[in-house]
């Protein structure tokens, strides 16, 4: 979906479109989920922190100084997972989650070596490949979200990507 899809449907759901609505959530639940849950580690805080981003995406009062609504929501997302980590500790983190033989609770797509190799890296990094590969961010629009300078994104997504080659041929 892109921005301006997004804005005209914004625009609707904040007009009572219920409709615009469901089509929002159906076109970012899957990237958004993916994103909180490289966060947060757990599938039911992650679940509830989605939730929330919807509820409070459909009450809050549409402006059109949100010019990059897909940014605003991974934003949004991603500072409500984080606040959360803040308030609690993860019931199981990533690196845990791989190693629990068995264990579905990554159940996102993501090949469990990846999502393993995924788990091994430092959380900035994690959640700037995430940004990028999952949400389809660039890397200005993650560098708005992280409020880390351009080029530190992009320094920490090169250097995300030669560790996570480098895990996976291990």
């Known amino acids: 979906m892109t921005n301006n899809e997004l804005q005209f449907k914004l625009k609707k759901c904040q007009q009572g479109d219920i409709k615009a609505f469901e089509e929002i959530y159906e076109g ?21 922190i989605l939730q929330e981003v919807f509820i409070k995406l459909y009450f809050s009062p549409y402006t059109k100084e949100v010019l990059k609504p897909r940014a605003y929501i991974f934003k949004m997302a991603s500072n ?69 300078p351009l080029g530190t994104v992009i320094w920490k997504y090169q250097r995300a990507i030669k560790e996570l080659r480098k895990y996976l041929a291990d």
């Open 80 to 148: 409500m997972a984080i606040d959360t980590l803040r308030k609690q500790k993860p019931v199981v983190s990533l690196e845990e989650c791989g190693e629990i033989p068995g264990n579905n609770c990554l159940d996102n797509g993501v090949r469990p070596d990846v999502e393993k190799a995924l788990g091994k890296l430092i959380p900035d990094n994690r959640r700037i490949v995430t940004l990028h590969i999952n949400a389809g961010l660039t890397f200005r629009e993650i560098s708005n979200i992280t409020g880390m």
């Open 28 to 48: 970012m639940k899957n990237p958004l989920m993916t994103v909180i849950m490289r966060i947060i580690g757990d599938r039911q805080i992650s679940e509830d």
